[in-house]
């Protein structure tokens, strides 16, 4: 498990996801990547029921490239997030705790192709929220290094090489604290949480924004 | 072009046939059984005779098993276990469902009750705590585990903790002047040959021990 | 006719539940086999195969019952061999017998053994028939014999046994009930074990752990799952109760 | 001609083992009757008994005078890994130790003569530039650089680990004295390296993550890395290993190798003072100026 970074790619308004997909996976072919099948990370969202007093937000995640682990990230509706990573029973487990979390039934699936070249992972994944496309993931991983602060700048000059100027010169606002920290598979989960809160949140003033007016 | 793999299916779906083929262990096949601190050397001697890890020699631990409940709408509260060794801290901790035990009748030898394992990151302690569960009793367990073909024997002795939270040696107290015997198999459902083999093994047992379906019903009811 | 009839479906109906009885058994042993194979000892699976022969003589005694039909009188024959897949067939038959091809049929719906068999059963048959009589009674008193011996050591070495563990009886008590109950009530239910924690009942007194519950969370004697009779009165506030400071934190 | 005086004892103690040798023969044989003679047979028996006992006493004398002027042995001799060949258990083998000792006796004198060699060469060089021979500073050198006590050359690495702050270094013995080193530099890399006394003999390089079991570090010294990077790194390496290598110096090239392996410190956030990027055909700069420890990509290399 190497240094991830999660980036995300603007989605262009003529284009579908898999058109931009395709385009992107050009590029990539184009700097030698060898596409190695697909990757899938999934995620269900579970809520609290409210005679447990405040509202808690349950998230729990799959990764394909982690496939026997289940990674869970509670959010205490006070701004305290604890995760934990568990075996894939922890799913079963989940089933019996349904009397007191409910499944939101928002879930959101990336998947999309993968690539490697050399010691590097891409993969390029349309995010799916309710089986609708609401955008374009790229996840670029370094498996040799350990440790974000020692590669950022070489990932950075890595993804900006593919993606042009919408990758940012400051590194994501996650790993402000972590920079110096052995980097762990639940880090880039976090990462992806971080993203589909972005679009879950953007999706619901659209939402809202269409109820609205019609 | 190489050949693509194999899309990865959802994780749901993949746990879900698991369970229809019946692979996923999820039912505890158990006996338990007492031996007094006086004799429980003549088990382990026993023990070391009749198992696999002969050579080895018997497997000690020491745990911290902590008791989590929730309750929602239903009067029954949902209960979960976290299960950690004192003594290797770097393992995953074990979380733990239990049902309800079916006693069932004459005819089958052994408990059967629900049981989902999981091995988790040290956060779930935390993480259980902020989803609204509560700790309802936490204990330490230290003893020996031996292991016969797919069954595990534990003997250990139960310790109170007078510090909460703080398993320290000092601060534990044993709550009898018995080891606790445990005769366990985790397996899919639907493999009854196996309470069978254990029977067998109970027997050879006895008297030293005899472990035995404990009724936790009877248990309850203080006593007259 | 229609009683023949009818008479018939109830022994095959009776027939097809031994078979079944039996087929588990099978099942049964074959797990075993495939996942314990390191660990399986040979007096086990003899005795199992005991239990076989035992259903077997049990279904072959059933099938001669003179009461019953014959069912040799009944033949069954291939109408249609097929070389495709049948779905229905493979589902009957739990995935075993894909399609009734020509490969199979004469192995499924073979009436007599093999050629092969049937000579080297005919050749067995005639050794035993061309012995003599006296020959035989000889071997057959050597054969008690030597069994008879062997049952005399049996028995001593298991008298030599029981006396000796009848010494070991002497050893006295190694297990109590109570504190098996003990141990068992306090693992499964936290009995004696939750902390003394001093609670301020509605009294304004120190109450100790074995009295009422009055910690929101289980109390000691309050029944475990699936025994509560009915929520007490305290249970609305209990489940309030929830969001309140907890002693462990 | 000037004899070992261990050889004179020993030829003495010999002689001395034959005279006894034929009195014993003698007075077991008795009285010899050869019949010439008309002296006494008692009496010729009498006098060349006591002519062999004076020749006893006299070569007695001889052997106590030698071992006096014996000094006492230098103590136990140390044999290194020579004496594991005590622990052969096939007989074709045991008889191996005496050509091992000659065949080291002349390792190091070829040892000698090369390492004066090349004091006479370097000071007739044609080199123009200054040359210093600092021959004094030589004369420590180590006679021999194949049986050097493990002690030496814990110190050396010892004192490695102390130059290098972010570098920790575990120190093993597999098999017999030869030391494998398990480095590891901050969280960039491991390395576990081979000694044959001091000499490096190789070199696998390995990513941080990856494990390594420090209890058969022999076999992972066969086992390459999972990455490409470290691949790479581990070619480059061996070749620093075999550019620092001098048999005259066998410590510095040691610790020349090590301080080129801490500069990998940087190996993941350095630029290639070449191109100016961090990578190239998604490589980061893997290669090192063997001299300034500039940081280049392979491909950049001056």
């Known amino acids: 498990?190497?240094?991830?970074?999660?980036?995300?790619?603007?989605?262009?308004?003529?284009?579908?996801?898999?058109?931009?997909?395709?385009?992107?996976?050009?590029?990539?072919?184009?700097?030698?990547?060898?596409?190695?099948?697909?990757?899938?990370?999934?995620?269900?969202?579970?809520?609290?029921?409210?005679?447990?007093?405040?509202?808690?937000?349950?998230?729990?995640?799959?990764?394909?490239?982690?496939?026997?682990?289940?990674?869970?990230?509670?959010?205490?509706?006070?701004?305290?997030?604890?995760p934990v990573v568990a075996d894939a029973l922890f799913d079963l487990l989940l089933l019996k705790m349904s009397s007191v979390y409910t499944s939101k039934k928002s879930k959101v699936e990336i998947r999309g192709p993968r690539f490697e070249l050399n010691d590097f992972v891409i993969k390029i994944g349309a995010i799916n929220i309710n089986h609708n496309v609401k955008g374009i993931i790229v996840e670029a991983e370094y498996r040799p290094c350990v440790v974000f602060g020692?590669?950022?700048?070489?990932?950075?000059?890595?993804?900006?090489?593919?993606?042009?100027?919408?990758?940012?010169?400051?590194?994501?606002?996650?790993f402000q604290n972590r920079m110096n920290d052995i980097f762990q598979p639940l880090d880039t989960i976090q990462q992806y949480l971080d993203h589909i809160t972005i679009y879950r949140k953007a999706t619901g003033i659209l939402q809202q924004y269409n109820t609205n007016t019609t | 072009m190489e050949a693509i793999k194999e899309a990865p299916i959802p994780a749901m779906d993949s746990l879900t046939s698991a369970m229809k083929n019946n692979i996923v262990p999820n039912q505890e096949y158990l006996l338990q059984g007492s031996v007094l601190d006086s004799a429980v050397e003549v088990l382990l001697h026993r023990l070391r005779g009749l198992c696999d890890n002969v050579d080895s020699g018997p497997e000690t631990f020491h745990d911290h098993e902590m008791c989590f409940s929730i309750r929602s709408v239903t009067p029954q509260p949902l209960t979960l276990r976290v299960r950690r060794a004192i003594d290797y801290l770097d393992m995953p901790y074990q979380l733990r469902y239990i049902g309800q035990p079916e006693l069932g009748d004459k005819s089958r030898p052994t408990i059967l009750r629900n049981s989902i394992d999981v091995a988790t990151t040290p956060t779930i302690v935390d993480f259980l705590t902020e989803m609204g569960f509560r700790m309802d009793f936490e204990?330490?367990?230290?003893?020996?585990?031996?292991?016969?073909?797919?069954?595990?024997?534990?003997?250990?002795?139960?310790?109170?903790?007078?510090?909460?939270?703080?398993?320290?040696?000092?601060?534990?107290?044993?709550?009898?002047?018995?080891?606790?015997?445990?005769?366990?198999?985790?397996?899919?459902?639907?493999?009854?040959?196996?309470?069978?083999?254990m029977r067998v093994f109970a027997e050879q047992l006895k008297p030293l021990v005899h472990l035995e379906k404990v009724d936790y019903k009877r248990l309850t009811q203080p006593p007259l | 006719m229609q009683r023949e009839d009818k008479q018939l479906e109830l022994v095959l109906e009776n027939f097809q539940s031994k078979l079944n009885e039996f087929k588990a058994q099978i099942y049964a042993l074959i797990f075993k086999l495939e996942h314990e194979r390191d660990n399986v000892n040979w007096t086990t699976v003899l005795d199992t195969f005991a239990v076989f022969s035992t259903q077997y003589t049990a279904i072959m005694k059933y099938l001669s019952y003179e009461k019953l039909p014959q069912l040799r009188n009944y033949s069954v024959l291939p109408l249609m061999l097929n070389p495709e897949r049948d779905e229905d067939l493979a589902r009957i038959t739990e995935n075993r017998v894909p399609a009734l091809s020509h490969d199979i049929v004469?192995?499924?719906?073979?009436?007599?053994?093999?050629?092969?068999?049937?000579?080297?059963?005919?050749?067995?048959?005639?050794?035993?028939?061309?012995?003599?009589?006296?020959?035989?009674?000889?071997?057959?008193?050597?054969?008690n014999k030597v069994v008879n011996h062997v049952l005399d050591l049996v028995s001593k070495a298991r008298e030599e046994w029981e006396v000796e563990t009848g010494a070991r009886?002497?050893?006295?008590?190694?297990?109590?009930?109570?504190?098996?109950?003990?141990?068992?009530?306090?693992?499964?239910?936290?009995?004696?074990?939750?902390?003394?924690?001093?609670?301020?009942?509605?009294g304004g007194m120190m109450v100790p752990p074995t009295g009422r519950p009055v910690t929101p969370s289980m109390g000691p004697n309050?029944?475990?799952?699936?025994?509560?009779?009915?929520?007490?009165?305290?249970?609305?506030?209990?489940?309030?109760?929830?969001?309140?400071?907890?002693?462990?934190r | 001609m000037e004899l070992n005086p261990m050889q004179v004892a020993?030829?003495?103690?010999?002689?001395?083992?034959?005279?006894?040798?034929?009195?014993?023969?003698?007075?077991?044989?008795?009285?010899?009757?050869?019949?010439?003679?008309?002296?006494?047979?008692?009496?010729?028996?009498?006098?060349?008994?006591?002519?062999?006992?004076?020749?006893?006493?006299?070569?007695?004398?001889?052997?106590?005078?030698?071992?006096?002027?014996?000094?006492?042995?230098?103590?136990?001799?140390?044999?290194?890994?020579?004496?594991?060949?005590?622990?052969?258990?096939?007989?074709?083998?045991?008889?191996?130790?005496?050509?091992?000792?000659?065949?080291?006796?002349?390792?190091?004198?070829?040892?000698?003569?090369?390492?004066?060699?090349?004091?006479?060469?370097?000071?007739?060089?044609?080199?123009?530039?200054?040359?210093?021979?600092?021959?004094?500073?030589?004369?420590?050198?180590?006679?021999?650089?194949?049986?050097?006590?493990?002690?030496?050359?814990?110190?050396?690495?010892?004192?490695?680990?102390?130059?290098?702050?972010?570098?920790?270094?575990?120190?093993?013995?597999?098999?017999?004295?030869?030391?494998?080193?398990?480095?590891?530099?901050?969280?960039?890399?491991?390395?576990?390296?081979?000694?044959?006394?001091?000499?490096?003999?190789?070199?696998?390089?390995?990513?941080?993550?990856?494990?390594?079991?420090?209890?058969?570090?022999?076999?992972?010294?066969?086992?390459?890395?999972?990455?490409?990077?470290?691949?790479?790194?581990?070619?480059?390496?061996?070749?620093?290993?075999?550019?620092?290598?001098?048999?005259?110096?066998?410590?510095?090239?040691?610790?020349?190798?090590?301080?080129?392996?801490?500069?990998?410190?940087?190996?993941?956030?350095?630029?290639?003072?070449?191109?100016?990027?961090?990578?190239?055909?998604?490589?980061?700069?893997?290669?090192?100026?063997?001299?300034?420890?500039?940081?280049?990509?392979?491909?950049?290399?001056?």
């Open chain 4, 10 to 302: 020993l030829n003495t103690v010999r002689t001395l083992r034959l005279e006894l040798m034929q009195l014993i023969i003698e007075i077991g044989e008795g009285v010899k009757d050869d019949g010439s003679q008309t002296e006494s047979k008692d009496n010729r028996y009498m006098y060349s008994m006591n002519e062999m006992v004076g020749k006893l006493g006299l070569h007695m004398r001889d052997l106590e005078q030698v071992v006096g002027s014996l000094s006492s042995p230098p103590g136990a001799m140390l044999l290194y890994n020579t004496s594991f060949l005590t622990q052969e258990s096939t007989s074709d083998r045991q008889a191996l130790y005496t050509p091992l000792v000659s065949s080291h006796k002349w390792l190091d004198k070829v040892h000698k003569f090369s390492s004066n060699a090349v004091q006479i060469l370097s000071q007739n060089s044609l080199k123009k530039s200054y040359y210093n021979s600092s021959s004094n500073k030589k004369k420590r050198q180590q006679s021999s650089l194949h049986n050097i006590s493990p002690q030496a050359v814990d110190v050396l690495l010892t004192n490695i680990d102390r130059m290098f702050p972010e570098m920790s270094i575990t120190i093993t013995r597999p098999c017999a004295s030869n030391v494998v080193l398990l480095v590891g530099l901050s969280r960039v890399l491991q390395a576990i390296i081979s000694f044959k006394g001091v000499m490096i003999e190789w070199v696998i390089v390995k990513g941080f993550n990856e494990p390594i079991n420090p209890n058969s570090l022999q076999q992972e010294l066969w086992q390459e890395s999972r990455y490409y990077v470290f691949r790479k790194i581990t070619d480059h390496a061996n070749a620093a290993m075999l550019h620092f290598s001098s048999p005259t110096l066998p410590d510095l090239s040691v610790r020349s190798f090590m301080t080129w392996l801490n500069s990998y410190l940087i190996l993941f956030n350095s630029v290639c003072k070449s191109c100016g990027n961090r990578l190239l055909n998604a490589y980061p700069p893997t290669w090192r100026d063997l001299r300034s420890l500039d940081t280049y990509h392979y491909e950049c290399k001056p």
């Open chain 3, 106 to 143: 004469p192995d499924f719906l073979r009436t007599k053994t093999e050629p092969e068999v049937e000579h080297k059963l005919m050749q067995v048959e005639h050794k035993a028939g061309g012995l003599q009589f006296e020959t035989a009674q000889k071997q057959l008193a050597a054969f």
């Open chain 2, 139 to 197: 204990y330490i367990l230290r003893g020996y585990m031996f292991r016969k073909g797919r069954m595990k024997i534990t003997v250990s002795k139960i310790f109170k903790m007078m510090v909460v939270g703080k398993p320290a040696p000092e601060s534990v107290d044993p709550i009898s002047q018995s080891y606790l015997v445990e005769l366990s198999v985790l397996a899919p459902s639907n493999q009854d040959a196996i309470a069978e083999d």
């Open chain 1, 1 to 82: 498990m190497g240094v991830t970074i999660i980036q995300q790619f603007p989605m262009k308004e003529n284009r579908t996801g898999a058109q931009i997909i395709e385009f992107l996976t050009k590029r990539v072919n184009a700097l030698g990547a060898k596409q190695c099948g697909t990757f899938l990370v999934d995620c269900e969202t579970y809520a609290s029921i409210p005679q447990l007093g405040a509202q808690r937000t349950l998230h729990v995640f799959h990764n394909s490239e982690q496939p026997a682990s289940v990674f869970a990230i509670l959010d205490n509706g006070t701004g305290k997030t604890v």
């Open chain 1, 150 to 174: 020692l590669c950022w700048d070489m990932l950075r000059e890595f993804l900006q090489g593919f993606l042009g100027s919408c990758v940012s010169n400051i590194p994501p606002h996650y």
């Open chain 3, 169 to 202: 009886v002497g050893i006295g008590q190694t297990s109590s009930v109570a504190d098996l109950h003990t141990l068992v009530s306090a693992v499964s239910m936290g009995k004696n074990l939750k902390p003394m924690v001093p609670q301020v009942s509605p």
């Open chain 3, 222 to 248: 309050t029944p475990p799952m699936g025994m509560m009779p009915k929520p007490p009165p305290g249970m609305k506030t209990n489940v309030k109760a929830a969001g309140a400071p907890h002693p462990y």
